[in-house]
């Protein structure tokens, strides 16, 4: 297999390490295969794909699709290094509230499996950064949603004192006013 998956401490969340084979000419590495991935649970027909670049201290997030718009994120840094960030807002969840936060790197090549039902955000602490993600359910803008950055409750332990925000993203409500209904898993 050319996959290594690892439950990581939040339930449904999967680090996923690709085998990298290197030779003089660069490297080669499968990405993304539907039957590994639905061998280690990892279920879902991933509908869009999305490709960010971000420079420096950018922090996107925390982002997450209400109701039937729930999606699954399939998360890797292809250039560059994020601090990503996945935190569990299913409510009823035994880890509701909690958050998991790893580097993806170009380097590594890890690729993180964040199913529906979690906040997604991620910093830049390269120069700059590209992140490809795919994802479960198209992008509906009626039921985008997003938590604050720096909220108490969740208590991330960013790199970053003071990132580079949308307007957007620094008007985002705390964990505890914002309206997570969600019909996933775990709610």
Not at 50 to 57: A, E, F, T
Not at 65 to 71: F, R, T, V, Y
Not at 103 to 116: F, K, S, V
């Amino acid at each position: 297999m050319p996959f290594d998956f690892e439950e990581l401490a939040l339930p449904g969340l999967v680090l996923v390490k690709p085998r990298i084979f290197k030779d003089p000419r660069g490297f080669f590495l499968e990405a993304y295969k539907r039957g590994d991935f639905e061998k280690a649970g990892i279920f879902g027909e991933f509908v869009q794909d999305n490709h960010s670049r971000s420079v420096k201290d950018v922090l996107r997030g925390l982002h997450f699709q209400k109701k039937d718009s729930a999606q699954g994120k399939l998360i890797r840094c292809i250039s560059g290094r994020i601090f990503d960030v996945a935190a569990d807002i299913r409510r009823g969840s035994p880890s509701f509230g909690k958050c998991a936060a790893l580097e993806l790197n170009e380097t590594n090549a890890h690729i993180l499996y964040i199913p529906p039902g979690f906040a997604h955000g991620f910093l830049v602490v390269s120069e700059t950064a590209e992140i490809i993600y795919k994802c479960t359910r198209e992008y509906d803008p009626a039921a985008e949603a997003g938590i604050i950055w720096n909220d108490p409750q969740l208590n991330i332990s960013w790199p970053v004192k003071d990132p580079i925000l949308s307007d957007k993203d620094r008007k985002n409500p705390l964990l505890k006013d914002s309206a997570l209904e969600c019909n996933c898993p775990g709610s």
